[in-house]
């Protein structure tokens, strides 16, 4: 069961957009698979963010939103802030009832 | 509001075995129906995950880990439990419980998120 694969790192300047994608194979996306992202500040515990690939979680910013084609999921941030700045890490919940986690990717507010 | 806290030793020698804990309060272990989970962060690298396990004892470890992983629940403490045989460098990691997503719109707890997380606990395997 690899990592499923994100970008090292991708960066913004305030107010732009990015987009930080994260690829699995057909085990990982495919069938009932559930796909998420977490964010996680230095030092802290990582924030549920996004759930059922697309839903943010309660409380979550509009500015965080999220898409799965094929097998690569995609979180995108509008509106970049200077507390965006953060890990991001994608998650699939597989059909052996397993999770398989992305290598993060770190986001940096230039 | 629902707190959860790992204990257990920092240290480790190597091919020895890990045991850490988690305390739930706040809550009951053992009042809803779902996956308690077990996830580690080596420094500076991605999340793993290790193990999740029903407070009736069901679990799911990861196959890369399942041969040396045993998890276990004493709701008389409400808590639970993990453990870790064989150490090595590579197990060095941050090691968070973690308690599922409650989805307010549908009011069902989904064991597929992890929404509530202990603080984390560094573990460092020595040789």
């Known amino acids: 069961q690899s990592a499923l694969t994100q970008p090292a790192s991708v960066s913004g300047s305030p107010g732009q957009s990015i987009t930080i994608s994260c690829t699995g194979t057909s085990s990982d996306f495919g069938g009932y698979s559930q796909v998420s992202w977490y964010q996680q500040h230095p030092g802290k515990a990582p924030k549920l963010l996004i759930f059922?690939?697309?839903n943010r979680a309660s409380g979550v910013s509009s500015r965080f939103s999220a898409s799965k084609s094929g097998n690569t999921a995609s979180l995108t941030i509008s509106g970049l802030q200077a507390d965006d700045e953060a890990d991001y890490h994608c998650?699939?919940?597989?059909?052996?009832?397993?999770?398989?986690f992305g290598a993060g990717t770190k986001v940096t507010v230039l | 509001q629902l707190q959860l806290q790992e204990s257990g030793p920092r240290l480790v020698k190597a091919s020895e075995t890990l045991s850490l804990s988690c305390t739930v309060s706040g809550g009951s272990i053992s009042s809803t129906s779902y996956y308690w989970g077990w996830i580690r962060q080596p420094p500076g690298k991605g999340l793993e995950w290790i193990g999740s396990?029903?407070?009736?004892?069901?679990?799911y470890y990861n196959p890369s880990l399942n041969s040396r992983v045993t998890m276990s629940v004493d709701t008389s403490k409400n808590q639970y439990s993990l453990q870790l045989s064989s150490v090595t460098a590579a197990d060095t990691a941050v090691y968070y419980c973690?308690?599922?997503?409650?989805?307010?719109?549908?009011?069902?707890?989904?064991?597929?998120?992890?929404?509530?997380w202990g603080q984390g606990i560094l573990v460092t395997v020595s040789s």
């Open positions: 973690a308690r599922p997503y409650y989805d307010i719109l549908t009011g069902y707890y989904r064991s597929e998120y992890f929404e509530h």
């Open positions: 396990i029903y407070y009736r004892g069901t679990t």
């Open positions: 998650s699939s919940y597989t059909s052996t009832n397993t999770y398989v």
């Open positions: 059922d690939t697309n």
